[in-house]
């Protein structure tokens, strides 16, 4: 039986995630409506977290603006077009990470977590609560955090 990290890595070598957000219509609309969110909670020097950075759209735009980004990404070849992308920006960091258990980030840490990947790929519910606990733990109290996910109900 394949782990998760083994389907995820063989589901994003076979599509093109760098794209995505570029390519149709869908996912330009998706990144500026996100943006706009993650704007009304996120000024310029703040600390931000986003776990499941992908190749790091959300990342980079976000540390292009002043912000002071880490990006965690699961998908070494993801994380791979992250650093490729992000090279030459000082206020980003990027680490291959699971959502399910971020212990190399300290307690209360950042402003604003971004939570718009996972979600999408933990199947347990056990693995649900623990990325959740860990995106509440990593979070400065009154901090932000932004959640993407799929209602089961959304296959109906």
Same mark, same amino acid.
């Given at each position: 039986?394949?782990?998760?990290?083994?389907?995820?890595?063989?589901?994003?070598?076979?599509?093109?995630?760098?794209?995505?957000?570029?390519?149709?219509?869908?996912?330009?609309?998706?990144?500026?409506?996100?943006?706009?969110?993650?704007?009304?909670?996120?000024?310029?020097?703040?600390?931000?977290?986003?776990?499941?950075?992908?190749?790091?759209?959300?990342?980079?735009?976000?540390?292009?603006?002043?912000?002071?980004?880490?990006a965690v990404e699961l998908v070494e070849s993801n994380l791979a077009i992250l650093r490729k992308n992000s090279k030459g920006i000082e206020n980003i960091k990027s680490y291959q990470?699971?959502?399910?258990?971020?212990?190399?980030?300290? *307690?209360?840490?950042?402003? =604003? +977590?971004?939570?718009? @990947?996972?979600?999408?790929?933990?199947?347990? !519910?056990?693995?649900?609560?623990?990325?959740? *606990?860990?995106?509440?733990? =990593? +979070?400065?109290?009154? @901090?932000?955090?932004?959640?993407?996910?799929? !209602?089961?109900?959304?296959?109906?």
């Amino acid at each position: 039986m394949s782990t998760r990290h083994e389907i995820l890595s063989d589901f994003y070598s076979q599509i093109d995630e760098d794209a995505r957000l570029q390519k149709s219509r869908h996912g330009q609309l998706e990144y500026l409506v996100t943006m706009n969110y993650i704007r009304r909670f996120a000024a310029k020097h703040s600390k931000v977290l986003e776990i499941g950075a992908g190749t790091g759209r959300y990342s980079i735009a976000l540390a292009k603006e002043g912000m002071d980004v880490t990006a965690v990404e699961l998908v070494e070849s993801n994380l791979a077009i992250l650093r490729k992308n992000s090279k030459g920006i000082e206020n980003i960091k990027s680490y291959q990470g699971d959502a399910t258990n971020l212990e190399f980030l300290g *307690d209360s840490s950042f402003d =604003v +977590t971004l939570v718009f @990947g996972p979600l999408y790929h933990l199947y347990e !519910s056990e693995d649900v609560h623990k990325a959740i *606990d860990e995106a509440i733990r =990593v +979070t400065k109290p009154g @901090g932000v955090i932004l959640f993407a996910f799929i !209602s089961v109900f959304a296959i109906m």
